[in-house]
Structure formats: C-alpha cells, structure tokens
C-alpha cells in the first residue's frame, strides 16, 4: 500500500469514527498526523485568537516577565494550544471543518518601544519554537491530531515578512551607512534580539551581521504609497526581514516546512503579504532547493497533495473600482501567468459588503464586486472570505446583528472560504475580547453557548452550505442590484443542472423584484430552501418567462429551481406597460410618469424597488394612468433610479423605466476654523501619537462647508493635512471625524454625552444622529440608548465619503434617509470633532506612545483633538 492510499484511509476512518460519535466524547479520538488534503472549496474555517480563545492549561500563563495581565488588552490572557483542543466540539458543532490559529511561534513577549505585547503571535523571534504561553510541539501535535480525528484541518498563521521589534533608527539614519542611527532593544523582553539563525544576525555594528544581509536597515513605513518603503521599510517598527536573500527565502522555507512535517499542518495564511515582493510566493511554493524545497512539495511528502496557502493583503476598493482587487490577483498568478499563492483573503469583497450590509449602501456596489472577482480572479473558490477579523471593527460594533445575518447568508452562498472569526456567533462587538472568563474583555463569563441564536444561525447556514455543493462549487449570476439605496440584491448560484436563488432585502421596507430573468421556462417551480426568519414561499415563473415577487423587509431566502416538470398557467391579462422617460438628468423635483394597463386597473408604481412607498394608481376607461414622482430626495446624479408599475391583482410588473437627477445643493452655512488648535480643548496641550506614521496636523480642523437639498446634508470638511499612510478604504487614517446633528425643532430631546469621548456636548446642545468614520469604519447611530459609554442604536444610511487629497477635503453627504427621511434641515444644529480610532477611540494619557495621545491631566480628560461647533444649518437662500 502507498503513503497516500494509507493517509486516505486513516482519513476515512477518522471521518467514520467522527460520524458515529455525533460530535461526542469519541469524536475526540486522536488522529493521524498527516492525512490527505480536502477539497479546500467545500471547508469552512474558524478564525482563532489563540491567546484569546480559551485557556487550557493556566500553568503556562504567566512567564513572570510582566507580560501576562489580561486587565490589559495589550498583555498576554491565558488561551492557548490546549484550549483550543479543549473546544472542538464548539466549533465543529458550529459547522467548521477547519481551525486557523494565530502564529504559535517563541515571540517578543513586551515591546520596550510601545510597552505592548505579542499575545498575537506576528512579533516571532524563532519561528521553528513554540511560544511557551500556548504549550508545546507535543501540544501543537494532540490538537492537529484531534482535529484530523474529527476529519477537520489546521491551518497556521505565518509572517514572512517581518520579526519582532528589537531594532529601530533614529535621526541620524543613513540609508547608505546602517550602522548610523541604529538604536537596539536590549530590554526587549523576554529576548534582546531574534534567537533563531539566520535572524538573530540583526545587529549592523558587527560586521559579519552587516555581510549576511538578513534585514533591510531601515526606518518605520510612514508613506505606504511608495512602493519602496512597503517593500522595504519597517512595519510599525517590526524589523523588516530582506526576503530577496536566498539565504532568508531558504530559511523561511525551512521554518515553515518544519510545521508541515512536525505539527501536522495542512495549511498556511500569510500575514502582511503587500509587504513582500509577490515573486517571493512563487518561491516559498515551489523552488526546487533540494536542501529546503518549496512548500508545495514538502507537504506532498506528507500526503498533502493540495495544500492550501492564502494571503492578506490588506486592502479594500472603493465602491466599483478594482485597483486592490487587481493587486490581490497579482500575488496569485504572474504576469506570465506563473503560480504564486493558491489563494488571498477578499479584502474587496468584505469591505463592499460591509458597506453594504452593515452602512446601508447601495446593493448595486456589491452586485458589482461579485461579478468583477468572479471576471478577474482565476480561482475565487479559493479565497476566504470573511466579515470581521482580529484587524478590522467587528461588524456589531458598527452594524446591526439583522445585517450581520445577511451578510453571513451572503458569505455562505458564494464562491469563497467562509471565515468565522471566534465570538461572531456570540454577538461579540470588541475586536480581540477573550471568549473565556478570565480573558481580557470577557466581561466575567465563559461564551460558549451553543443555544445562542446566533451560533444556531451560523450552524443553520453551515449546513445549507455542506448539503447543496452548488453553493460552494457553483458559479454566481447577478439578477438584481438596487443603486439608489438599501434594497435588494438576487443571484443565482449554478453548478451544472443544479441552480439556486439566493434574494435578500438590505432596507427597513418592502421590496419588489420584477421581472427577473432565472433562464427558466414559464411555470417553472422554486422550492423553498432558507428563509432567515419565517419560510420562503414557493415561486413560480410567470407567463413572460420572468420571476416577479416580494421581499419582506431585512428578508433573506433561498430557493431550488425545482427540475419537475413546469407548472401550466393561466392565459396572462392584459401586459402592462411605461411610457419612455426623458432623457437627460431631471433638474425638477417632480418627475411625471404614465403608461397603459388594463382599464380601471389598479398598480401601484414602484420607486427603486420600494414597495412600501409605492403609489397608488389606478387607470382609466381605456386603460392610461398617470403619476408624479418626487425626485427632491435625490442626491447622486451618477446613480440610475428605477421606476415600475406593479398589479398585485395579477403579480405582474411592467418592464421598468430609468432617469438620472441632478440634485441642487444649496450653501447654508460657511465657517472657518484656525490653524494649529489640534491641541485638544481649550486649556489642554495634547500631542500626537509618537509613531512616525502620525503627521501633524491631520486632525486640524481648517474650515467647513454645509449644504442641503431637501432633507439630504453635505459636509465638506477642510483638513491641515490628509493622511493615506495605511491605504485606508474611505481615503483618510490617523483621523476619526465625530460628528453630532441635532434636528431641528426638537431642541432638549435626544442625548447631550458624547459616548466613550469622555465629554458632553456644549451649550446644552443634544444629538439625535451621531457619525463615526476613519480609515475603514463609517457608522451612523441614533440617539436612542446612547450614553457615555453606548454608542446609541445603529442607523443608516451612513454617509458616502470622498477625499481630494491635493485640496486637503472631506466631503461626506448623507442622504434625507439617514435622518429619518427630514424634509428640511433648516436650524439643525451640528458638532464636529477629530481623534483617532482602532477598535476604540485611542488612548490619552499624560505621556504620548507611539499609539497613544498624550497631555492629559487626569483620566477623565476629553478625547477631542479639535472641534466646530455648534453651528446652525441656516435659511436657504431665496432664488
């Protein structure tokens, strides 16, 4: 018998044994080492935080250096390799059949430089050592053992492209002389320098270190959009390793092949992949070193034919552009089409739907980018994607959980990996909080729950997803996008005969989807699959060969086109039908509408799909009818909006008509701000984060513009500077802009705290909305449940954002939605502040970190860098 034909039946054998067991005590039978590798298009992977999951073995949790204190959210907690064995049958009762973990590897446990630590795991000093904080390779080894006794995968975090932080520059650097400047970490703890050769050669005054040439000598990243510097320069001052070194790109390999042969590991994700050349993943996959052989080989010598790689590369796209998509493509396949990593993390694709589900953007953004990764990536099935992680917001902290349900149901129908990240299906809304009682952020308590709704939901979608391999190997096709708002968005998964409707209502109202083109025949029947709430109707194709039907609001379902025989309908009433529209943008806030039907028949004209403000209309002896349109709330001419006439007597729609309108925005207040006054409030001295990539005077308030068209609002914000140093999605970091709009004639209701800015608003001022957007979050909240420490309810839609860098300008414009569909602003009150944002409003403290503001007095000092306001939205002009 081959080495392969025996890993395949240990494999099935521990499958079996899995199965019998029901998820029980005998699923917990130990397995091989090495078993052959899965069909990577059918896993689903659960994300974990190994020092933050669950602590197995507490003997190992404190080293008695000061790093372990889980009151810190920058220290040590507990959770560990034992841990996560511990909790298996949590996450394969979830409906995971993969565990991806944090890199295990010996870290730098504090860094003198930020006083921070590396629970984390990316800060490695030797990366072929277990950190003593998670157990042993013996530890290591039971839980990749244990997993492939229930028939589920490991797969390991790695980095290639930086160690620790045990060196840095200071201003005498020389990027001609390494040795000027250069300034050690010899308090770094619990290690003063990388214990692993070659890395530990990382000390420039010697000359041998100098000669080897592992690291580039250079300073912190402080611009990301020069090439040079992403490639080359330190991360966040992680010493950047020199990945064009044959020596290094041989140890990398050698490291990290260790873990295939000795751990078990079935699968790599590679941390901060932008900062290395993509070359290098052609290398690490496939050189033919016969001393240290590419990792696709090694792992064939271990049965794995078909070991799966996938990289974060850190980047989202704005709304229907590709730049970060094409860049992600490009760490996957060569220019001549050379293999690099099999897979890469959907940055794009989570950053659209996020907008989407959990900002109140239009469908049509996500329609978008379902089709451009299906059209420009060779191998979308292969890429995980996910919706929160351990470096962006949690979607609860921004979004609603209703959202958070579709934007799962949307993850588990498409082409792609789905990723849980740990304490998604409890509800978690803090980024890195510990699932067990005595983690950081636990509140207290263990989460587990395997009755929570939430895990039940994701266990409901896991299983949809295992029992219909259309959903996971098919191809999508886009029905329906809406553009002018929170809607609907339709595709059909298809695999060979197999095809699946997947429909789904982002808005607080009613949809209508008309006239959709399924490619079947009239009669043809869909069977109710999924339904998010409630059941799914059947549905059957009409007599025109299109599918029209209704969405509840916040709806999501699923259907089978069914492959029994068509229904035979009913000969079809009179078609409906619009008149052409005119051409050109409207500039008038009525739109006059009319066509034909049936005579005396009553339709309802449908407006972007929005079947709960439809109008009714009826028609006349000869059948004409006719309707006007408001167009006074719309406020984007690039968007195309939709209009249909809808008989709910017969379920038939007319085919629809588009237009354009071209808002008219009127100034209605103006004001400058003065330069320099980023020094927190009146009184205060505060000073920036002493991190190089803080660049003074980002969070300076110059100036600002406020207008309105109807009940909508634009914000543009005149800034000191624009920061872009960390490619941010919404074109602006190191600055989180706070805004607070009380509506007009509603004086002393509302909320006067500034929730977690530690301060109330002046002047007796209240807030009924409150916006919150940085780099990657954009979130809108009404007052409702709001206090000093209560964001308030989610809201939306949150405001679009455009940045001109050369002119230093943020412009946000909110349409009349966001504020419950206002009709007029005039004598609304606004407050605007600046501070930074990760996870939560940064920390201020009497003395500055390299993250951390300093100048305060007390504890209790106001997180505001600098403020407008109050201000009055004024009396539009008269014309």
């Not at 841990?83 to 973990?101: F, N, P």
């Not at 504090?110 to 904080?133: E, M, N, Q, V």
């Not at 052609?282 to 271990?302: H, L, N, Q, W």
């Not at 390299?850 to 939205?873: E, R, V």
Request: proline share 7%.
């Amino acid at each position: 018998m081959t080495l392969r034909s025996l890993l395949k039946g240990l494999s099935l054998a521990a499958l079996t044994c899995a199965s019998l067991a029901g998820g029980g005590a005998m699923a917990q039978t130990p397995g091989p080492l090495h078993v052959p590798s899965p069909d990577w298009r059918d896993q689903v992977i659960y994300f974990v935080m190994t020092d933050r999951f669950e602590d197995g073995d507490p003997s190992n949790n404190d080293q008695g250096k000061g790093e372990f204190d889980p009151a810190q959210r920058g220290r040590f907690s507990g959770g560990d390799l034992k841990g996560i064995e511990k909790r298996l049958d949590y996450i394969q009762g979830l409906g995971a059949t993969s565990v991806w973990v944090t890199p295990p590897t010996k870290n730098q446990w504090l860094d003198p430089a930020t006083g921070y630590g590396g629970y984390h795991g990316y800060w490695a000093s030797d990366f072929k050592t277990i950190d003593r904080h998670l157990g042993s390779l013996k530890d290591y080894q039971n839980l990749s053992r244990a997993l492939h006794g229930k028939g589920m995968y490991l797969i390991q975090d790695i980095v290639l492209n930086h160690t620790g932080n045990f060196f840095n520059y200071g201003s005498e650097y020389d990027p001609a002389d390494p040795v000027k400047g250069y300034i050690p970490y010899p308090n770094s703890v619990p290690m003063a320098a990388p214990t692993q050769y070659p890395f530990s050669l990382n000390d420039p005054r010697r000359e041998a270190d100098r000669e080897a040439g592992i690291y580039h000598w250079t300073l912190d990243i402080n611009n990301l959009s020069e090439r040079d510097q992403e490639l080359n320069f330190q991360l966040s001052g992680l010493d950047d390793i020199n990945t064009e070194n044959p020596v290094v790109k041989r140890a990398l390999r050698d490291s990290y092949a260790h873990w295939i042969k000795e751990a078990g590991v079935d699968g790599f994700r590679v941390d901060t992949i932008f900062y290395v050349p993509p070359e290098l993943m052609t290398d690490f996959m496939y050189s033919k070193d016969p001393k240290a052989p590419g990792i696709a080989e090694v792992a064939r010598r271990t049965g794995r034919d078909n070991f799966h790689v996938f990289g974060e590369g850190f980047g989202m796209d704005r709304r229907f552009e590709d730049k970060v998509a094409r860049r992600i493509n490009s760490y996957m396949v060569g220019p001549n089409g050379e293999a690099r990593a099999p897979g890469m993390i959907n940055f794009p694709l989570y950053g659209t739907a996020t907008d989407v589900f959990a900002r109140g953007r239009p469908p049509a953004e996500l329609a978008f980018r379902i089709e451009n990764m299906m059209a420009l990536h060779q191998r979308p099935h292969l890429m995980p994607s996910f919706l929160d992680n351990h470096d962006v917001d949690r979607f609860l902290s921004g979004g609603t959980e209703i959202g958070l349900r579709q934007n799962l149901l949307m993850m588990m129908t498409l082409p792609g990996i789905p990723v849980i990240y740990y304490g998604t299906e409890q509800g978690f809304t803090v980024q890195r909080a510990a699932m067990f009682a005595k983690g950081w952020g636990s509140g207290g308590s263990d989460h587990f729950d395997t009755t929570s709704p939430l895990y039940r939901y994701i266990a409901s979608l896991t299983k949809l997803r295992r029992e219909n391999r259309v959903l996971s190997r098919g191809t999508p096709k886009v029905l329906a996008g809406e553009a002018a708002g929170a809607g609907a968005l339709v595709y059909l998964m298809q695999d060979g005969s197999e095809t699946l409707l997947v429909a789904m209502n982002t808005a607080d109202h009613p949809v209508l989807l008309d006239n959709l083109d399924i490619g079947q025949v009239s009669g043809t029947v869909l069977q109710p699959l999924f339904a998010m709430d409630g059941k799914a109707p059947l549905l059957v194709v009409g007599q025109n060969q299109r599918l029209t039907t209704q969405l509840a609001p916040h709806a999501g379902k699923v259907w089978r086109v069914s492959k029994a025989p068509p229904l035979s309908l009913k000969a079809a009433p009179i078609g409906m039908t619009l008149d052409a529209l005119p051409d050109g943008p409207i500039t008038t806030p009525t739109l006059i509408v009319h066509g034909q039907a049936g005579p005396w028949e009553e339709l309802k004209l449908v407006l972007d799909g929005n079947l709960g403000e439809a109008q009714l209309v009826q028609a006349d002896a000869t059948g004409r009818w006719q309707a006007k349109l408001s167009t006074a709330a719309f406020v984007d001419e690039t968007i195309t909006h939709r209009v249909t006439a809808y008989s709910t007597k017969s379920g038939q729609a007319s085919p629809a008509g588009t237009f354009n309108v071209r808002p008219s925005w009127s100034l209605r207040n103006e004001m400058s701000d003065p330069a320099g006054d980023d020094t927190g409030p009146p009184g205060a001295t505060y000073v920036y984060p002493t991190d190089p990539s803080f660049a003074p005077p980002t969070m300076d308030f110059r100036g600002a513009r406020v207008s309105t068209a109807g009940g909508a609002l634009k914000l543009e914000l005149d800034m000191g500077a624009i920061s872009q140093v960390w490619s941010p999605q919404n074109g602006f970091d190191h600055l989180s802009l706070t805004g607070f709009i009380q509506l007009p004639g509603q004086s002393g209701t509302g909320a006067r705290a500034m929730p977690n800015q530690r301060s109330d608003l002046p002047d007796d001022m209240t807030w009924h909305y409150r916006f919150r957007a940085h780099g990657w979050t954009n979130a809108l909240f009404s007052h409702d449940g709001a206090n000093a420490t209560q964001e308030g309810t989610k809201a939306g839609p949150a405001p679009s954002i455009s940045v001109d860098k050369d002119a230093k300008r943020i412009t946000l414009i909110f349409p009349s939605s966001s504020f419950g569909d206002q009709a007029d602003l005039t004598g609304a009150k606004l407050y605007l502040t600046t501070w930074d944002y990760d996870a939560a409003y940064r920390s201020l403290e009497a003395k500055p970190g390299g993250y951390i503001f300093g100048g305060a007095k007390s504890a209790s000092d106001p997180k505001i860098m600098d403020s407008m306001g109050p201000f009055t939205i004024g009396t539009a002009p008269s014309k």
